[in-house]
């Protein structure tokens, strides 16, 4: 079993930074690729970025790119995501997920619905 935590999410002003942390618990991300999502309401949950905890290799969603950065820290089991240059249209909540499966080339991790474990969100608001 897996337990992922998030925090880090608030309000901030358009143009300002935040840093989502997911503490995972559990066992071993070693072989998966964790991800960040994000939900507006009424809205389907959409792919932010993600990160093969092996490798570090990264993937993000175009409207992210160049401004939120995902990374690991492995003494921690804990992912991050920073967030620069934030939009209102971020505003969202965001939540940490782990791969179903361990890394497989072609796979698909921008989709929900290649993982399995969740956390339970955190909440970011941008104002204008």
């Known amino acids: 079993q897996v337990q992922l935590v998030e925090s880090g999410g608030g309000l901030v002003q358009a143009g300002g930074s935040l840093r989502l942390s997911c503490a995972a618990s559990?066992?071993?991300?070693?072989?998966?690729?964790m991800g960040w999502f994000r939900q507006a309401p009424g809205k389907e949950r959409e792919f932010v970025a993600a990160?093969?905890?092996?490798?570090?290799?990264?993937y993000y969603a175009d409207s992210v790119k160049g401004r939120f950065t995902i990374s690991r820290d492995n003494a921690k089991n804990t992912v991050y995501l920073q967030m620069n240059s934030l939009k209102p249209e971020d505003t969202a909540a965001y939540y940490c997920?782990?791969?179903?499966?361990?890394?497989?080339?072609?796979?698909?991790?921008?989709?929900?619905?290649?993982?399995?474990?969740w956390g339970q969100g955190t909440q970011v608001t941008v104002s204008s």
């Open positions: 559990g066992r071993t991300l070693s072989s998966y690729v």
């Open positions: 990160i093969r905890w092996s490798s570090r290799v990264t």
């Open positions: 997920a782990r791969s179903s499966n361990p890394y497989a080339p072609g796979g698909a991790y921008y989709s929900k619905d290649r993982y399995n474990y």
